[in-house]
T-cell receptor, first 114, second 112 residues
Framework: AQSVTQPDIHITVSEGASLELRCNYSYGATPYLFWYVQSPGQGLQLLLKYFSGDTLVQGIKGFEAEFKRSQSSFNLRKPSVHWSDAAEYFCAVGGRAAGNKLTFGGGTRVLVKP | DAEITQSPRHKITETGRQVTLACHQTWNHNNMFWYRQDLGHGLRLIHYSYGVQDTNKGEVSDGYSVSRSNTEDLPLTLESAASSQTSVYFC???????????FGPGTRLTVL
């Protein structure tokens, strides 16, 4: 069965500092990987996704993620965070073996200090 | 622009009542999904559909049902609401050839 682990429940970062959110997945075939962001009271918005090709993926709002097959990881990074990046972030995995279903991690809540 | 909407956005009901949450998408996507979001659990799949007349159970389907009579809508019904079903519910949709899911704004349901 597929699964996603986001080891950090909460992360606090200062505005202007770099951010890295960890995501580890378990999937028995070629994974399709996603990062979503959820602002308070809102739905989930896609930040970026990886299906194949270049393992460094660029997304919206200045985010990027790197797929590392050997580590079963898909970590999300941003070089310099803005106060508006305070939100909850979800990693998800899917693929052909799972039909069109995605499995989500428990989420990481990011707080941004001024 | 295409979108996915949910109604109502907030709902308070009593234990034992039947409740239906609406989900409507104008993407013309074949696939639709219902999730619940609870603290500490992330998003958990309740039911999903790959097309008209197709419905499938997810990991937390007990006490919920769905029906798919057209491409645009997948209503979620709680047959007899329980306090354990107090949660935020999200609907999502995707194309068959793409695994990217697009989410609605959510419905906050409180069962008293």
């Amino acid at each position: 069965a597929q699964s996603v682990t986001q080891p950090d429940i909460h992360i606090t970062v200062s505005e202007g500092a770099s951010l890295e959110l960890r995501c580890n997945y378990s999937y028995g075939a070629t994974p399709y990987l996603f990062w979503y962001v959820q602002s308070p009271g809102q739905g989930l918005q896609l930040l970026l996704k990886y299906f194949s090709g270049d393992t460094l993926v660029q997304g919206i709002k200045g985010f990027e993620a790197e797929f590392k097959r050997s580590q079963s990881s898909f970590n999300l990074r941003k070089p310099s965070v803005h106060w508006s990046d305070a939100a909850e972030y979800f990693c998800a995995v899917g693929g052909r073996a799972a039909g069109n279903k995605l499995t989500f991690g428990g989420g990481t809540r990011v707080l941004v200090k001024p | 622009d295409a979108e996915i909407t949910q109604s109502p956005r907030h709902k308070i009901t009593e234990t034992g009542r039947q409740v239906t949450l609406a989900c409507h998408q104008t993407w013309n996507h074949n696939n639709m999904f219902w999730y619940r979001q609870d603290l500490g659990h992330g998003l958990r799949l309740i039911h999903y559909s790959y097309g008209v007349q197709d419905t499938n159970k997810g990991e937390v389907s007990d006490g919920y049902s769905v029906s798919r009579s057209n491409t645009e809508d997948l209503p979620l019904t709680l047959e007899s609401a329980a306090s354990s079903q107090t949660s935020v519910y999200f609907c999502a949709s995707s194309e068959s050839k793409d695994y990217t899911q697009y989410f609605g704004p959510g419905t906050r349901l409180t069962v008293l």
